[in-house]
């Protein structure tokens, strides 16, 4: 079970103590991410993401990461379409520390235009790993023709953007979402919950702005883009298709149906696509879910001469899924592997501190793990099925990139 507090500053804190570890892990969730840019400024909730960590008004970079790593911790952070978040995971003595260190990122950064100008540096190299990458590529050009703009857009920005961005520019964005009542706080392990929630009702801010978690839309038609790339010797393809949203019923049936298809080598599309026909060298299936949205995603990587036969087998496999004699089998696989995965990942004090997160901010009442898993446990073969009927008989939307 968890606690969540709002403190006078409106910023909300959730704390999950496990006092028997040594440990523990602090989650600093930032109310900003791509989906709140327009397309003048794509790429800025990244790029502060980024600059935050060069200094704040007590702290070098230096006196930023060596106080966490120099014992035994870590120190991260990420970018995604609704959030920012970063976080750090420490032995339980130096909770404090880490809690006032991630403060100072979050609530005190300085923006020097010196360092805004290194960082630019880092991030175009960053941009070049992503446009070599053809997973990444196939990917967003998927994305770039099924969703709106705010979700189209790559998390990581364009060179042009970043080339502009200035003290003036980021400070921007920083001042609108950067309040405490945007901020949320998880504290998973063992710490001194009182102490932590004293000094971070430290930090100004009264108002009460919360930013809105965006969903995504998705465009009502079928969708194929088929582009190419230099230097390449496989095919990557993404097949998508309109999916439940976190609120819809078939949320927990289409995670087992996610499981049961394309996790682990176990699963049906691996031991029917790969291990069976040998059409592929990797397949897998990925479920994004969002509060008003969602979408499902096959993908696979395989060579020229085998990509008409894996899109018929894929086909085959995906429509006939519910008349499988077998079909009780996978779906007794995709349960219980979803149930013991989410049990072994809570293990990890960052893990369920993310799981926790998540549960929060897309749910409108308090849900536990536990919840999930019991909510889990009463999914039934039929709404399976039920899903994948609504899923695979929908749009279909499919990225193709090829060699040139």
């Not at 990461?65 to 870590?74: A, L, N, S």
């Not at 990917?139 to 003036?168: C, M, Q």
Request: glycine share 6%.
């Amino acid at each position: 079970m968890y606690k969540i507090r709002t403190l006078n500053n409106n910023l909300r804190l959730i704390s999950v103590p496990r006092n028997s570890m040594r440990s523990a892990s602090i989650i600093f969730c930032v109310g900003a991410g791509s989906s709140d840019e327009n397309e003048t400024v794509s790429g800025v909730a990244h790029f502060i993401e980024h600059v935050s960590f060069r200094g704040t008004s007590s702290r070098d970079m230096v006196s930023i990461k060596k106080p966490i790593e120099e014992v035994g911790g870590t120190l991260n952070a990420f970018t995604g379409n609704n959030l920012t978040i970063y976080y750090a995971k420490v032995p339980s003595t130096e909770v404090m520390t880490a809690v006032e260190i991630l403060s100072d990122i979050v609530f005190k950064p300085l923006f020097n235009e010196a360092d805004i100008e290194k960082e630019k540096d880092v991030i175009y190299e960053e941009i070049s790993m992503y446009e070599d990458d053809p997973v990444d590529n196939v990917f967003e050009n998927l994305f770039r023709n099924i969703y709106n703009p705010e979700f189209a857009r790559p998390i990581i920005g364009n060179r042009k953007n970043v080339e502009n961005f200035d003290k003036s520019i980021i400070t921007g964005f920083y001042n609108k979402f950067y309040k405490p009542s945007n901020v949320t706080v998880v504290l998973t392990g063992s710490y001194e919950e009182d102490k932590i929630a004293d000094y971070l009702s430290l930090f100004e801010g009264k108002e009460n702005f919360i930013s809105d978690m965006k969903s995504p839309q998705l465009k009502n038609k079928n969708i194929i883009v088929e582009k190419t790339k230099k230097d390449l010797s496989q095919h990557y393809i993404v097949n998508a298709f309109k999916a439940p949203s976190r609120s819809d019923e078939g949320y927990y049936p289409s995670l087992v149906l996610n499981t049961l298809l394309g996790s682990g080598m176990s699963s049906l599309l691996f031991n029917r696509i790969r291990e069976e026909k040998s059409l592929v060298y990797e397949v897998t299936s990925e479920y994004n879910a969002y509060k008003k949205s969602g979408v499902f995603l096959v993908f696979a990587a395989t060579s020229g001469d085998k990509l008409t036969k894996y899109n018929n087998e894929l086909e085959n496999v995906l429509k006939s899924f519910y008349s499988d004699k077998d079909a009780e089998q996978w779906f007794n696989y995709g349960k219980k592997r979803l149930i013991g995965k989410l049990t072994i990942d809570i293990e990890s004090n960052v893990s369920l501190g993310m799981n926790i997160l998540d549960l929060y901010l897309n749910n409108k009442e308090p849900i536990t793990i536990d919840d999930v898993i019991k909510n889990i446990e009463s999914v039934t073969l039929s709404q399976v099925l039920r899903a994948a009927g609504d899923i695979f008989e929908g749009n279909k939307y499919v990225s193709v990139l090829k060699p040139e």
